[in-house]
């Protein structure tokens, strides 16, 4: 890791206990959540107050669980993840993106030019 050598935070701050590529690990749909109940309702209280019904958009780090407050109805909905089989069990997902950003970051543009047209979708896949 290669930090700007102005920062106040060692090189350390930044490891992971698990060094081995995220592929690896995302590799098995693990159907877990990584939040406890606190965290998620304050995240979807978040979403609530800031984007607004009718808005299209892109869930990064999407999986099986939405975040989203059900009551709100968007547009659109596409989901970037690493498990297939997480993204397909979505139901808030109308189209999805498999992609591993810490592998190929530019990719990043694949599905937002992706946000009309499906490139998977949970129902067809």
């Known amino acids: 890791m290669h930090l700007d050598p102005a920062s106040p935070f060692p090189a350390s701050a930044f490891r992971r206990l698990d060094e081995n590529p995220d592929a690896e690990f995302y590799r098995q749909p693990r159907f877990v959540t990584h939040l406890d109940e606190p965290a998620l309702a304050a995240v979807t209280q978040l979403y609530r107050e800031y984007f607004k019904p009718g808005s299209v958009l892109l869930d990064l780090m999407s999986s099986w669980v939405s975040h989203l407050p059900a ?31 810490n592998h190929t970051p530019s990719c990043l543009l694949r599905p937002l030019n992706l946000m009309e047209r499906p490139f998977a979708s949970p129902s067809t896949t």
């Open 71 to 101: 009551e709100v109805a968007y547009a659109r909905v596409v989901g970037l993840g690493m498990n297939e089989q997480e993204l397909r069990a979505n139901p808030r997902l109308q189209a999805y993106v498999v992609q591993d950003l």
